[in-house]
């Protein structure tokens, strides 16, 4: 079932469009990745997804929910650079995320117990967030972004701060959440996408250059190892991203994004 679909999506800051034209849409149940280099747009098009920022055109639609609905409950969001009341314990800063999200305080306990099992830091629950690593920081951020049981888990970057020990940690947490719930997180890294996700989005310059699964892309570009890179030089590459680049004899798959 399609549970989101975006159409002819632009967001402009001060009358400059970093976002043009985006369309897409996902299934219920999907991991998709929106892939691309810094400032290509990823941030504001998951923050629109969000309902965070207004449109400047184009339409987003959300099956079985209405368009005079708050979109916030039924998602959940998790910034790149989230704020954290490091005073508060895991659990508290748990229940408060509830209260925020409409629900009671006992189900906010509830649900915060069970969450904090699933995200792995429950025997941390009573410490306060400020002598957390950055691991356990980012998957307590996962667990509140999901306290209200939303269709869609948006996370914006959300290994790229982390250490190779915390990366590990949410990477393996976000593969287990993708059994269970439609996730759409953004990232720089190649290998990270394909590592969770089941499709990719490539945005170069605010423009999706290119969507589909690794597999794929492989078959379309012949190639065992893909290698993005992207550039600045739009009119050598007509604006589209460089290419998906074959590198002969070789099944080590890169883990590169070139910003030229
Ligand atoms: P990404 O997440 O891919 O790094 P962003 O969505 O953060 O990209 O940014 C896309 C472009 O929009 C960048 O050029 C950035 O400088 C610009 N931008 C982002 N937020 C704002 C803002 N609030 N005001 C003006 N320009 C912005």
Not at 29 to 35: E, N, P, Y
Not at 141 to 146: K, L, P, R
Request: charged share 25%; aromatic share 8%.
């Amino acid at each position: 079932m399609t549970l989101l679909t975006v159409s002819k999506l632009s967001k402009s800051y001060d009358g400059k469009n970093v976002v043009n034209d985006v369309s897409f849409e996902f299934q219920s149940g999907k991991c998709i990745a929106l892939i691309g280099p810094n400032g290509a747009g990823k941030t504001t098009i998951l923050r629109t997804l969000a309902g965070l920022l207004k449109p400047s055109a184009g339409m987003i639609r959300f099956s079985g929910i209405s368009e005079s609905d708050d979109i916030r409950k039924y998602i959940g969001y998790l910034p790149q650079y989230p704020v954290f009341h490091t005073w508060m314990t895991g659990m508290e800063f748990m229940v408060y995320s509830g209260r925020l999200s409409y629900l009671s305080e006992a189900e906010s306990k509830k649900r915060a117990e069970t969450l904090l099992e699933k995200v792995g830091i429950i025997d941390a629950k009573n410490r306060r967030i400020g002598k957390y690593s950055g691991g356990m920081k980012q998957r307590l951020g996962i667990a509140q972004a999901i306290i209200h049981k939303p269709k869609l888990l948006i996370l914006d970057e959300p290994v790229s701060s982390l250490d190779p020990f915390g990366r590990r940690e949410v990477l393996t947490l976000m593969k287990e959440l993708k059994e269970e719930m439609t996730i759409l997180f953004s990232t720089h890294i190649l290998s990270d996408a394909e590592e969770i996700s089941d499709d990719l989005l490539l945005l170069n310059k605010g423009e999706i250059v290119e969507k589909g699964s690794i597999i794929d892309l492989r078959k379309k570009y012949q190639t065992s190892i893909i290698m993005l890179e992207f550039t600045e030089d739009v009119e050598k590459y007509q604006g589209k991203v460089n290419t998906l680049t074959s590198v002969r004899n070789s099944f080590i798959e890169r883990d590169v994004l070139h910003v030229s």
